[in-house]
């Protein structure tokens, strides 16, 4: 806590003044318990100082909210340039972002929870990089670009989170020195045991064959806040494991009232992940860039409606940059209903690709405006 407010105080987060007819309601926010594995003792709390956002009258404390925000699909997209350009990625996590964020109303610096901070921080951000010669896509707001006579160094921003790279290996080190001039940066790893199955037995798939998942009225209910939480870690992870992509979306159905054997559904994709926790993508350097689509869709495999379900994904090369796995909306009288339907999400997808990649500093990036 004396660190988030010496932070505060780092950087001119507000100025003491009288007290006002109308004020700012101010609570605390508890962010996570470290405990010790081996005893279960609490070693450190953190707090967030956070607004109550919910007691803003708009017109009054705020007027724009609107923040761009990158799809992580763009993230991929990043990546896959990456790969085809054969040059480095970094990435850095910005520290209490929000407070760098500057607000025209009553305070001087975006504190979390207002409902204007996410608009302040971007504004902020996007200022500071073009004041440095920076450009932003025409498209995609949150991709910047800056060149050096033949070189290029391109940033592609994700609220706090900034990933770049760049044609010279020299210009890392310059843009990393100038973000922390500016901003105090952190470096995130990626390794995470949240749930305690580092003893259980591996599975070879997420999904038990010939076991689907139904309502299931004769079993035990459990706890549904842990269920919650085991489907929510999972959802976050299906951003970069398509592999268990299906599985956790038929779990997360049954979040309102989980039994056992959903519960048990869960376990088995964590024994699953835990015999492929290195599995990952692999986007080739020396791959085409060549845009292709697959799609395809079930009939009628829901248990509870009888909907179908589309699934698809999206590679540039041999570099899958997107997928979806979603219940339809409508049920279908043939399996050509429900197969159009997945052609026709799978067709939105690749058109948003190329609208991405049209724009025009990728286009100055990848040297190439007609590779799709």
């Given amino acids: 806590m004396q660190e988030e407010l010496l932070q505060f105080k780092k950087l001119n987060v ?21 405990k010790r594995a081996d005893r279960g003792i609490v070693i450190r709390n953190k707090a967030c100082l956070v607004v109550q956002g919910f007691y803003q009258e708009k017109g009054l404390d705020y007027y724009e909210v609107f923040a761009h925000v990158s799809r992580i699909e763009a993230i991929r997209i990043f990546l896959a340039c990456a790969s085809y350009k054969k040059f480095k990625v970094y990435q850095m996590d910005v520290k209490i972002a929000f407070l760098y964020g500057v607000v025209k109303e009553e305070l001087d610096k975006a504190l979390y929870g207002l409902h204007q901070a996410p608009h302040a921080w971007y504004e902020t951000l996007s200022t500071h990089l073009t004041s440095i010669g920076f450009v932003h896509g025409t498209i995609d707001k949150t991709l910047f670009l800056k060149k050096f006579d033949s070189d290029l160094l391109i940033v592609q921003v994700y609220v706090d989170d900034i990933i770049y790279g760049s044609t010279n290996e020299n210009l890392y080190k310059d843009f990393e020195a100038v973000i922390k001039l500016k901003f105090k940066a952190k470096y995130v790893k990626d390794i995470l045991t949240k749930f305690k199955m580092n003893d259980c037995k591996s599975a070879s798939t997420p999904i038990a064959p010939h076991e689907p998942l139904n309502v299931d009225l004769s079993r035990v209910e459990v706890n549904q806040k842990a269920y919650r939480s085991m489907t929510g870690s999972l959802m976050n992870l299906i951003v970069s494991r398509p592999d268990i992509m299906f599985k956790v979306f038929s779990c997360a159905i049954y979040q309102a009232a989980p039994k056992e054997s959903h519960e048990s559904a869960v376990k088995r994709i964590f024994c699953y992940l835990k015999g492929r926790v290195n599995l990952g993508f692999w986007y080739p350097s020396d791959s085409e860039f060549n845009s292709y689509a697959y799609t395809d869709s079930d009939y009628g495999g829901c248990n509870l409606d009888k909907k179908s379900t589309s699934g698809g994904c999206q590679f540039l090369g041999e570099r899958l940059v997107s997928w979806q796995c979603k219940k339809q909306t409508n049920v279908f009288t043939s399996t050509a209903k429900a197969e159009y339907t997945a052609v026709s999400s799978c067709c939105s997808q690749v058109i948003w690709i190329q609208h991405q990649l049209m724009d025009g500093l990728w286009n100055q990036f990848l040297g190439d405006p007609d590779l799709l």
């Fill in 14 to 34: 507000w100025h003491l003044v009288d007290l006002p007819e109308r004020k700012y309601t101010i609570g605390t926010k508890w962010v996570f318990h470290n």
